[in-house]
């Protein structure tokens, strides 16, 4: 079973950047395909973005594309964000979670309605105005 824990959350400036890092404290043998949420206070939780296993895959909702880069590096069952130009409302605990993949479908990213069956406990990332 993975086990996730997310770190590098932080308060930075409105156009600064923050390096998200989430590592498989298990090191399950097991292959996932990995995603990135958040929620904001009092609003729901919102896809942010998401990888697959082997990393060639990617998936990006529409208000992080061309700010946002998911990465992973699979030796050490770690997944990165790294969130450039960021906004006040970007503001949000993100969290990280995992996908059960298998054959082709570790080859395809997780998208916003897959069956994230994991999750991390989350980390606070605030963005001044």
């Known amino acids: 079973q993975v086990q996730l824990v997310e770190s590098g959350g932080g308060l930075v400036q409105a156009g600064g950047s923050l390096r998200l890092s989430c590592a498989d404290s298990?090191?399950?043998?097991?292959?996932?395909?990995r995603g990135w949420f958040r929620q904001a206070p009092g609003k729901e939780r919102e896809f942010v973005a998401a990888?697959?296993?082997?990393?060639?895959?990617?998936y990006y909702t529409d208000s992080v594309k061309g700010r946002f880069t998911i990465s992973r590096d699979n030796a050490e069952n770690t997944v990165y964000l790294q969130m450039n130009s960021l906004k006040p409302e970007d503001t949000g605990v993100y969290y990280c979670?995992?996908?059960?993949?298998?054959?082709?479908?570790?080859?395809?990213?997780?998208?916003?309605?897959?069956?994230?069956?994991?999750w991390g406990q989350g980390t606070q990332v605030t963005v001044s105005s």
């Open positions: 979670a995992a996908q059960w993949c298998s054959g082709i479908g570790c080859y395809v990213a997780p998208t916003p309605r897959s069956d994230f069956g994991s």
């Open positions: 298990a090191r399950t043998s097991r292959r996932y395909g």
């Open positions: 990888i697959s296993w082997s990393g060639g895959s990617t």
